[in-house]
C-alpha cells in the first residue's frame, strides 16, 4: 500500500507549492479561484498523467500546470521505501528511488504503478446523474477486481460451452429435419413390398437379400471401426496434452526467493512435484496402453477387411445370378434396398432424436451452473455494498438492486421486433418482459403461436393463419392497448390476428433472438 507523504508543485498556476499530506481525510477549502480544483487535479495528474483525459480536463492542466511546470509526489510503502515520482506536461514521467536513483521498467502512463480513483465535481454529478448506474457497478467491481474478474473468466467459459452446445443442437436439429424429408420421399415402399407376392425364401433370390443385408451392415462396421480408432487417437493425443500442462505446472514458481514464505514452499515443493511426477506416469502408462489397443484395433480392422472382400465377391457373384431372374423378383429385390434404407434413415433419425435429447438435457444443467456462477457476481457486489454501508455509517446506505439493468435485454427485443409490420413496439415489448427469457425462447422455437398469445395476455380465442396484409394495416393504425382479443370482438377474423403473432415470432428468430441460444 502507497502513502502520498508530499505534493509539490513548480510552476503554473501554483508556483512553489510544496504541501505535506497527513494521513486520514484531507479537505481542502477555499474561496473560488483559489487553486482547489487546480490542486485535486495536479494530485491526479501526477498519479495518472494525461492519457485518455477529455479535452476539457487537459486545456485546464494546460492553463495551470503550463507546458514547464511540474508535479512531483514524495510516495511511502507499508515497508518503509520511499519513491519520487515527477511529471511534467511536456517531459516523460519520472520515478526514483529515496536515494535518487531512477527507477527503470515501470510504464507510469498506465495507472496500475499507483492505481488511484479521482473525480471532479462535474463527473461525480454525472455518475450521480446515471439512471441504471452502470458506472457506481464498476466502482463497486474495482474494490474485488481480482475475484471478479476469476468470475468473469469462469463465466466466459460457460459461455463458450453454451455457444458450442446450442451450434450442436441447431445442427442435431437439421439433421433431423433433413432425415425426415429423406424418409418421406421413400414413400410407401413398406406397404408396396407387402403388397408383392410372397417368394421361397431359399434359392438365389433369397441368398442374394441376405447377402445385400450383410454388404449393409459391412458398411457400418467399417464405418464404426474407423470412428473407434478415431476416438483412441483422441484419447492418446488428450493424454499427451495433459501431460505437457502438467510440464508447464511443474516448472510454475509460486513463491518469490525474497519472500519470508519461501522456506514453506520449499518444503512442500518435493511432495507436489512428487504428485505431478505420478500422475505424468500414470499419463504415460495410459498413453501405451492406448497404443496397444489402437495396435488391437488395426489388427481387428485388417482381418474384418478380408472377410468383407470375401463377402462383397460372394455378392457380386449373386448379383450376376440374380439378374437374370424376372421383373418381379427385380421389383422385389429394388423395394427390398430401399426398405432397408429406409430402416438405416430412421435408425439414424431416432440416433439424431436421441443427441438432441440428450443436448437439450446437458444444457439445462449448463444454464444452471452459468446462472449460479452468474450469481456470485451480484453476492459480490452485495457484500462490496454491505462493507461501505457498514464504514460510511448509519446515515449512508449503499444498495444493490439485481437484475435491475434489462436494457440490452430489451434492445434485443426491439430488434427482433423490426421488420414485423406493427407498430405500438413499447406496449408489445412491455408483455413480452412480462416472460422470462427462457420461457419466451421455448415459445419462439416451438412456434407456440396460442401459448404465445395466452402468456402476453392477448386472448386466447386466436386460431388459423390467412389475410396477414390485411391485419397488419388494422393493428398499424390501432390505439395503444388495442391487443388481438379485442381486434377478434371488432369483427377481424381471429386467423389475421394469429398471423401477426406467427409473423412476430419468424422475426424474432430472422432478427438474431436465438431460442438455441
Same mark, same amino acid.
Given at each position: ?5 508530499q505534493?509539490?508543485i ?10 505535506a499530506?497527513p ?6 477549502i477555499?474561496p ?8 485535486a ?14 479535452k476539457? &480536463?487537459?486545456?485546464?492542466?494546460q ?12 510516495l ?8 519520487t515520482?515527477r511529471?511534467?506536461l511536456?517531459q516523460p ?5 529515496g536515494?535518487g536513483? %531512477? ?6 502512463d &498506465?495507472?496500475?504503478y499507483?492505481p488511484i480513483?479521482?473525480y471532479?465535481g ?20 474495482e ?5 471478479l ?11 463458450r460451452?453454451?455457444d ?7 445442427a442435431?436439429?437439421?439433421?433431423i429435419?433433413?432425415?425426415?424429408e429423406?424418409i418421406?420421399?421413400?414413400g ?8 408383392l407376392?410372397?417368394v421361397?425364401e431359399?434359392?438365389p433370390a433369397?441368398?442374394?437379400?441376405r447377402?445385400l ?7 457400418r462396421?467399417k ?5 473407434f480408432?478415431?476416438?483412441l487417437q483422441?484419447?492418446k ?5 495433459l501431460?505437457?500442462?502438467i510440464d ?9 526467493e525474497?519472500s519470508p ?7 512442500w515443493?518435493p511432495e ?7 500422475a ?6 495410459a498413453?501405451?496402453?492406448?497404443d ?7 489388427q481387428?480392422?485388417?482381418e474384418?477387411a ?16 440374380h439378374?437374370?431372374a424376372?421383373e418381379?423378383?427385380?421389383m422385389r429385390?429394388?423395394l ?8 438405416e434413415?430412421?435408425?439414424e433419425?431416432?440416433?439424431e432424436?436421441e443427441?438432441?435429447a440428450?443436448?437439450?438435457?446437458g ?7 452459468f446462472?449460479?456462477? &452468474?450469481e456470485?457476481?451480484?453476492?459480490l457486489?452485495?457484500t ?7 464504514e ?9 438492486? &439485481?437484475?435491475a439493468d434489462?436494457?440490452?435485454y430489451?434492445n ?6 423490426k421488420?414485423a409490420?406493427?407498430r ?12 422470462r %427469457?427462457?420461457?419466451l ?11 404465445f398469445d395466452?402468456?402476453?395476455?392477448f386472448?386466447p ?7 396477414? %396484409?390485411g391485419i397488419?394495416?388494422h ?5 395503444p392497448?388495442?391487443?388481438p382479443?379485442q ?8 386467423g389475421h ?18 431460442p438455441a441460444?
Amino acid at each position: 500500500m502507497w502513502t502520498i507523504e508530499q505534493l509539490e508543485i513548480n510552476g503554473g498556476f501554483l508556483p512553489g507549492l510544496k504541501a505535506a499530506l497527513p494521513a486520514g481525510l484531507i479537505c481542502i477549502i477555499g474561496p473560488r479561484g483559489s487553486g482547489k480544483s487546480t490542486l485535486a487535479e495536479a494530485l491526479r495528474f501526477a498519479v495518472k498523467g494525461s492519457v485518455g483525459t477529455s479535452k476539457k &480536463r487537459f486545456d485546464l492542466l494546460q492553463a495551470n500546470v503550463g507546458n514547464s511546470g511540474l508535479v512531483t509526489l514524495t510516495l511511502t510503502t507499508d515497508a518503509g521505501l520511499k519513491h519520487t515520482l515527477r511529471r511534467g506536461l511536456k517531459q516523460p514521467a519520472v520515478l526514483l528511488t529515496g536515494d535518487g536513483r %531512477p527507477v527503470s521498467g515501470v510504464d507510469l502512463d &498506465r495507472g496500475t504503478y499507483l492505481p488511484i480513483d479521482a473525480y471532479n465535481g462535474d463527473e461525480i454529478e454525472s455518475i450521480a446523474d446515471q439512471v441504471l448506474g452502470e458506472t457506481r457497478r464498476e466502482l463497486l467491481d474495482e474494490l474485488h477486481a481480482s475475484e471478479l474478474s476469476a468470475i468473469h473468466l469462469s463465466l466466459g467459459e460457460h459461455r463458450r460451452t453454451l455457444d458450442a452446445n446450442a451450434d450442436q443442437i441447431r445442427a442435431a436439429r437439421r439433421s433431423i429435419a433433413d432425415l425426415a424429408e429423406s424418409i418421406e420421399e421413400f414413400g410407401d415402399v413398406r406397404a408396396r413390398l407387402a403388397a408383392l407376392e410372397p417368394v421361397e425364401e431359399t434359392g438365389p433370390a433369397a441368398a442374394h437379400g441376405r447377402a445385400l443385408k450383410q454388404q449393409q451392415r459391412n458398411a457400418r462396421e467399417k464405418q464404426r471401426s474407423g470412428d473407434f480408432l478415431q476416438k483412441l487417437q483422441s484419447l492418446k493425443d488428450d493424454a499427451e496434452e495433459l501431460k505437457s500442462r502438467i510440464d508447464q505446472v511443474c516448472a510454475t514458481q509460486i513463491a518469490e526467493e525474497d519472500s519470508p514464505n519461501w522456506e514453506i514452499f520449499h518444503r512442500w515443493e518435493p511432495e507436489v512435484q512428487k504428485s505431478l511426477s505420478s500422475a505424468v506416469e500414470h499419463l504415460t502408462n495410459a498413453a501405451t496402453s492406448i497404443d496397444a489397443v489402437v495396435a488391437t484395433a488395426e489388427q481387428l480392422r485388417a482381418e474384418l477387411a478380408e472377410v468383407h472382400a470375401i463377402q462383397t465377391a460372394e455378392f457380386t457373384e449373386l448379383q450376376k445370378v440374380h439378374q437374370q431372374a424376372d421383373e418381379r423378383s427385380r421389383m422385389r429385390l429394388d423395394l427390398q434396398q430401399r426398405v432397408a434404407r429406409l430402416e438405416e434413415t430412421e435408425a439414424e433419425q431416432a440416433g439424431e432424436k436421441e443427441r438432441l435429447a440428450q443436448l437439450l438435457e446437458g444444457r439445462r444443467t449448463l444454464k444452471a451452473r452459468f446462472l449460479l456462477e &452468474r450469481e456470485q457476481i451480484s453476492a459480490l457486489r452485495d457484500t462490496v455494498a454491505g462493507d461501505l454501508t457498514r464504514e460510511a455509517g448509519d446515515k449512508i446506505r449503499v444498495r444493490v438492486l &439485481r437484475n435491475a439493468d434489462d436494457l440490452a435485454y430489451r434492445n434485443l427485443l426491439m430488434q427482433g421486433l423490426k421488420g414485423a409490420g406493427v407498430r405500438n413496439h413499447d406496449e408489445i415489448l412491455d408483455s413480452l418482459l412480462q416472460l422470462r %427469457p427462457e420461457q419466451l425462447a421455448q415459445l419462439i422455437q416451438t412456434d407456440d403461436h396460442v401459448g404465445f398469445d395466452e402468456a402476453c395476455g392477448f386472448g386466447p380465442e386466436l386460431y388459423g393463419q390467412d389475410n396477414f %396484409p390485411g391485419i397488419v394495416h388494422h393493428v398499424a393504425h390501432t390505439g395503444p392497448g388495442v391487443g388481438p382479443a379485442q381486434l377478434v370482438r371488432r369483427g377481424i377474423a381471429a386467423g389475421h390476428v394469429e398471423g401477426v403473432i406467427a409473423q412476430r415470432l419468424c422475426h424474432f428468430r430472422a432478427n438474431g433472438i436465438d431460442p438455441a441460444r
